[in-house]
C-alpha cells in the first residue's frame, strides 16, 4: 500500500490557505495568473494521487487541467470555497472518476477503480500503471517480478518515501552497505526497461500527434 | 568512487545528484549545474538517472509539467469564449506544433477579450466585474461598456444580429455606437432604457431600492411599467426599483467625468461622505461609524484602485477597521 507519507489530502503545496485566498480572488478579477499559482502549488500533489489511484500519466495530467479549465470558466459564478485545496482536491476527484467511467465503457470496471472511496494501490502497481505504453508495461511488470521482495522495498523506501539510507538502515536493520548494494543492483535492471520507455516516449514526441492520439 | 566512472545508477545513489533533481537544495543544483556543463559526455547517463529517479517517485518531470501547463495557457486563452468541450489532443497539437507562435496567441487573446458568443440559441456571453474592480467591455457592435464594480452584464448570443439587447444587474456606463436600424437597449428587472448613438449610465444594484439613469451624451428612452420619458444630456432620473416612480435631476458632470476616469477623490471627506463615495464608486452598501469626539477627516486620490486599498488607507489614516455584515460594509473604530 502506498504510505501516508507522501499522501495527498494532508499534504500541501507551499502556500497555506491564506494564499490561496488571494490567488481565487485574483482569478476572480480575471487574472489568471492567480490560477497558474494554484495550478503549480498543487500539481505534484494532485499527479501523484492521480497515478496512485488512476490508470496511466497521460489520463492524469488530462484530468488535472480540465479541472483547472472548469474552475476558470466559472470563475464568476463560484463562490470562494472556505477550504481552497480540499474544495479542488474534491473536483479533481470527481474528475478522475468521470474520465474512468466514460474510457471504461465496453470494459468491466474492477472495485478498485470505483469513487467516490478510491483505493491507493500497491508501490509496484502503480509503477507499472502510470506507464503509458503498453510495451513498457508488460517490460516492467516482468522485471519486477523478477527483483526480490527486498529490493522493491528499499527501492520504494529510497525513491518514493524519500528515506535515505540510513533512515532505511535503522528501520530494517540492514547495513547501509548492503542496502547501497542491493538498490544498486535492482537500479541496473530497471534501467534497461526505463531506457526503453525513454526512447518510445521520445520517438512519440517526434510523431505527428494526430497518428496516436 | 569517481564522479567521471559515474553511471545511472551510480548517480540515482548520490543524494547530492538527487537533491539537484528534486531541486531541494540550491548548492546542490549549483554543483551539478556546473559540473555537467563542464563534462558534457556525462549529460546522458545523468539524464537516465533523473528519468529514473521521477518514475521510482512516481513523480513529474519538470519538463513534463511544463508541456502540460503550455496546454492549460492555451485552454485558458479560449476559455472565453463558449465553446463545448475543449478537446486536450486537439490543444495538443497545437502546443507541439508551435510554442512561439501561441505564447503570442496567448497574449492576444488574454489581453483583447473576446466580447462576441460564439454559438447557441439562447446562450448569453456573462460579464461579470468583481468584488472591488470596474471591468471594461467592448462589445461586438464596437460599443464600449464600464462596468462597475458587484455588476453583471448579460450580452446574448444573438447580440449585433438585429438588435442590441442587453441585460444588467450592478451599474454600468454604456458608450454606444451608432448604428442604424438597431436599437441599444439595456434592460434591468422592468425597465428599460433604449438609446441611439449616446453615452449614458444605468445603475441598479440589487441592495438598491432605487435605480438611476444618467444621460452623458445623446438621448435615451427609459420605459418602466407603464412610464416613458426621455433624457437630455445632463439630466439623471431616478426610479423605484420594482416600480416607476420618475424623478429628474440635474447632475455633476464633474463626478461622472471623474468616475469615467477611474480616478477617485476624497477632499476632506467627512464620514458620511466616505461612506456615500465608496457606496457610489463600488456599488455596495457602506456605513461609517465614528467614536463620539472623534471627529474624521480623509483626504486622499486612488486611481483605479481595488476597494480593499481605499480602505485600507481610509482605515489606517483614521484607526478604524472595515467587517462586512450581509450586505453593509461597516467601517468602524477598532474594537478592544
Known sequence: MLNAHRSTESSTGRYGEKEYAGFWYEMQQDNEQGLYKIYHDLYDNFYHYGVSVVLDKGMVKEAINDIFVDIWRKRHQLDMPENIQAYLFICFKRKLYKLLTKNQKGTVLTDSQLFPEPEEQPYETVLIRQETDSLVKEKLEKMLALLTSRQKEFIRMRFYEDLSIEEIAVKTAATPRTIYNTIHNALVRIREVYTDATFIALLLLLIDPENFS | MDLQQYKAEDFILNDSFVRYCLRSNEKDVQFWEDWLERYPHKQEEAAK?????????????????????????????????????????????????AVLPLAAATWWLTTHHPAAPAAGNESYTLFKAGDSLRRQVMLADGSLVILNAHSTLKVPASFNEQQRNLILEGEALFEVAKAEGKPFMVRTGNLQVQALGTAFKLRAYRYDEQAAVTLVEGKVRVAQETAVAELVPGEQLTTGKAHARFVKNKFDPEREKAWRSGRLVFHNASPDEIAATLGYWYGINVKVITRKNKPIRFNGVFNNKPLNEVLAAVCFVNGLQSVTKNDTLFVQPISK
Open chain 2, 49 to 97: 538517472a533523473r528519468d529514473m529517479l521521477f518514475r521510482l517517485g512516481l513523480r513529474i518531470t519538470p519538463e513534463e509539467k511544463e508541456v502540460e501547463f503550455g496546454k492549460l495557457k492555451a485552454a485558458i486563452a479560449v476559455a472565453d469564449t463558449p465553446v463545448k468541450r475543449i478537446s486536450w489532443k486537439r490543444i495538443a497539437r497545437i502546443a507541439a506544433a
